[in-house]
Structure formats: C-alpha cells, structure tokens
C-alpha cells in the first residue's frame, strides 16, 4: 500500500537526506561497529557489521517499495558523508492503532554532535508539510534516554510504556 513518496530536496542545517541506495551498504556498516545500542533497534545478537548493513539496507529498499517511505540516507553537507539515517515508517497495529512513526540511527562517530535532533526535527517538519496525518510518533526503549530526549526536542510527549517485539517501550507522540 502506497501511502506517500518523499518529495526532494530535504534538507536542514548541515544535512541532506535522499533515498537509501545499495551503494551505502559498505558505509552503513559503521553503525554497527562499536555500537553498543544495537538492542535498541532490535540488534540483540549481531552478525557481522557487513551482514547486519544488508539486512538494514534491504529492509529500507523494501519500505520504499511496499510503502513508499521509509528511512532515507542522512548526509553531511561539507563532506557528502554518510552519518545517519532518518525517515518516516508505517507502524501497523501498534496498540490497536497504525502509526506512522520517525525513525532515526547515527553511526557511532557522530553521536553527541546534535545530529539526531536535527534528523527528527527536519522529518516531523517534513511531516507536517506535506499533511500525511494528524500525529506523528516515535516508539522508544524505556532504557534509552538519548533518543527520549531527542523526541522531547521534537516536541513529542511521552504517553505509555508497552511492549513493542518482546522489549519495553516509550511510545512518544506528537498531535498535529
């Protein structure tokens, strides 16, 4: 089910975000080398940071392909460097209801440098704009502080705590 294709440019202050390609799977694999909040995204037994970023790389080509968003490629603007990813996912049956939520992962290098703000800020933004729904969320690890905050600064308020795949969450939203 198309629910929605990114209009281009997107951009914020010191990044522009596009579509995920192949070609970003050998740079992606940074995110799971010394990553010590893999379980956050669901990682609780990594294979090698090489299989882990086809499996995440292929995931978002089919998020594209079934839904027409998912998460896009977060890239510096001086150096044309991967650092991240953010987007927008279709979350179906969640709590009874279907969501759509803002996701986002920062390699490692890059954490503590503001950037997941920017990500998420840039994405509801985006949301907004383009009217997809009247609220927006973020589901969260009740273990990962960082990424609450982030969606603290993304004017998102905690609601419940659930169990989201067999871990305790957060769900996070925003009315619109």
């Known amino acids: 089910m198309l629910v929605h294709e990114y209009e281009f440019p997107i951009e914020s202050e010191r990044l522009y975000y596009r579509p995920i390609v192949k070609e970003d799977t050998k740079p992606w694999e940074a995110f799971f080398i010394g990553n010590d909040q893999l379980h956050f995204v669901g990682i609780s037994n990594p294979k090698s940071p090489a299989e882990e970023a086809v499996i995440w790389i292929d995931r978002q080509m089919k998020r594209y392909e079934e839904t027409g968003i998912g998460m896009l490629a977060a890239i510096e603007k001086k150096t044309g460097t991967l650092m991240g990813n953010v987007g927008i996912i279709l979350r179906e049956k969640v709590l ?14 890059y954490w503590n440098k503001g950037y997941a703000s920017e990500m998420a800020i840039r994405l509801r933004e985006y949301f907004e704009a383009q009217k997809l729904d009247e609220r927006v969320v973020s589901i969260i690890s009740i273990e990962n502080i960082g990424s609450q905050r982030v ?4 004017g998102m308020k905690r609601t419940v705590a659930f169990d989201f795949h067999g871990s305790e969450a957060y769900l996070y939203r925003k009315d619109l």
């Open 96 to 109: 009874g209801e279907d969501f759509f939520e803002i996701g986002y992962g920062v390699i490692p290098s």
């Open 151 to 154: 969606a603290e600064k993304n």
